[in-house]
């Protein structure tokens, strides 16, 4: 079994400080795997001085800008070993389209059911599912939509919902559907798992609450988000304010409420802790770098958001680096128990950071740096 397969079939998860030299050689084998068979990846590689002989080296392997991927598509292998394709939602700007061959299809189910074991959220107990997000399509590839189908497989769906419904005329908002469907299950036991983007959650709580309705929804019911704020960051509002709203509308608790980030081009989810932490898991590690100089953070520090796995063949997609700022902090600062650090997403980067980035990284890729 070679060093990625061996990753991804550890059990450690989070307690994982021994395994540091299998995660460096997982990505020392997907990097020379890239190497010799994306020959852009070559190009940029090759104006960089960098190693991988330890862990402190991971940080030197150069980091590709989500928004250059936008433009330059890499590709590893051939088009027809893809066999899953996602897309990014486009909201800021083209698309980028992801593919899967087998290999990253089997690795990323058997480390998603580890961690959704982990994190308590299979059930057998049949549930209602509420969808804040498409109905599924053939003509939908988007990542945000296949991973909310994905989700309603964690219980037996006893019916499911959708914000977005698929009609002649495209996608259609089912807002009353939502609340006539709120509205039933309050009658019944079986408990009801709403899923989507947290600004779709909040616009939904905003609904009920400006109609004055409020209600209370059966014992195990929970509210799984992801995706963040995306186009709606000028509305955000504190989690601990969607936690109250959530509980005067629909009788939740912060317990009841779980989040996962993720993005399309990494894809290792980052679940929620009893603190609403995001702890790093095994198959990946977490590296905040300077906006202006792309240079590693120290913990506490706040800098764009650099993610490593070694996951994908199918594109040299290894250290992403995101347009997301966070900030990285030692397990020791959480109290969960988890024994893996942590990172706080903040926001997405502004438009000077955007351009800042975009140039520094045509310059960093071109060996400017």
């Avoid at 990253?104 to 059930?123: D, E, T, V």
């Avoid at 939904?204 to 400006?210: E, H, R, S, V």
């Avoid at 900030?327 to 650090?341: Q, R, S, V, Y």
Wanted: charged letters at 15%.
């Amino acid at each position: 079994m070679n060093a990625i397969n061996r990753l991804f079939s550890s059990r450690q998860l989070y307690d994982y400080n021994q395994d540091d030299p299998l995660f460096l050689a997982a990505v020392k084998e997907v990097t020379a795997f890239h190497l010799k068979h994306c020959e852009a990846y070559q190009k940029i590689l090759a104006t960089q001085d960098f190693a991988l002989d330890k862990m402190a080296e991971i940080s030197q392997l150069p980091p590709l800008p989500t928004l250059l991927l936008k433009s330059t598509p890499l590709l590893s292998i051939p088009k027809h070993r893809l066999k899953l394709v996602s897309t990014t939602s486009g909201t800021s700007g083209t698309p980028v389209s992801v593919g899967f061959d087998w290999s990253a299809i089997y690795n990323g189910q058997k480390m998603l059911r580890r961690m959704l074991a982990y994190h308590q959220l299979f059930s057998f107990k049949p549930v209602h599912y509420l969808i804040l997000g498409y109905q599924p399509h053939k003509s939908n590839q988007m990542g945000a939509a296949r991973t909310a189908n994905v989700a309603t497989y964690l219980a037996p769906a006893k019916s499911r919902t959708y914000a977005l419904n698929y009609t002649d005329q495209g996608y259609q908002l089912n807002i009353e559907g939502l609340e006539k469907a709120l509205t039933a299950f309050t009658t019944q036991k079986t408990p009801v798992r709403i899923l989507g983007f947290p600004s779709y959650f909040y616009f939904l709580l905003d609904y009920l609450k400006t109609n004055q309705i409020h209600l209370q929804l059966p014992p195990g019911s929970l509210v799984f988000l992801g995706g963040g704020w995306k186009q709606f960051a000028n509305v955000a509002i504190d989690k601990n304010e969607l936690v109250a709203l959530a509980g005067e509308v629909l009788g939740l608790s912060q317990s009841d409420i779980h989040e996962f980030f993720g993005v399309v081009e990494h894809n290792v989810p980052y679940f929620t802790c009893s603190n609403s932490h995001f702890h790093i898991p095994l198959y990946s590690r977490v590296i905040i770098r300077d906006i202006k100089t792309l240079k590693p953070l120290p913990y506490g520090q706040p800098g764009l958001l650099n993610l490593i796995t070694p996951l994908m063949k199918s594109h040299p997609l290894t250290s992403i680096l995101t347009d997301d700022i966070a900030i990285l902090h030692p397990t020791t600062k959480c109290g969960c128990g988890n024994p893996a650090d942590f990172f706080e997403v903040l926001r997405r980067a502004g438009l000077a950071d955007i351009k800042t980035c975009v140039n520094l990284s045509a310059d960093y890729l071109s060996g400017g740096h």
